[in-house]
């Protein structure tokens, strides 16, 4: 199973980014989708997640302003990045979990300057 991630990039306070990450090699609709995000010196932790039924969840810091969704005809989750901080600042990992295996995306780093 390979995840894809991409979207990251450079932006001001206040724009927008949306990620994309598609799964290769596994059952697409069958999958949790998460992402997650990474800063230097800290630990990894989860930004929102979707099921395979489509029920979603989010961070506290995510929430309102993050939207998590997925096209299992494309095989891909995405999460779009609304009013974004200079907080918001890290690289993103996408995330699939199927059945008690899970697997990692490369990581695309955003950068939201003020």
Not at 3 to 20: D, F, H, I, N, R
Not at 54 to 70: C, E, K, L
Request: glycine content about 12%.
């Amino acid at each position: 199973v390979q995840l894809q991630a991409s979207g990251g990039g450079l932006v001001q306070a206040g724009e927008s980014l949306k990620l994309s990450c598609v799964v290769f090699g596994s059952i697409f609709s069958d999958n949790t989708m998460a992402w997650y995000r990474q800063v230097p010196g800290k630990q990894r932790y989860m930004v929102a997640f979707i099921s395979s039924g489509g029920s979603t969840n989010y961070a506290d810091s995510a929430q309102g302003r993050f939207t998590i969704s997925r096209d299992n005809a494309k095989n891909t989750v995405y999460l779009q990045m609304n009013s974004l901080k200079p907080e918001d600042t890290a690289v993103y990992y996408c995330h699939a979990q199927t059945g008690p295996y899970g697997y990692w995306g490369q990581g695309t780093q955003v950068t939201v300057s003020s």
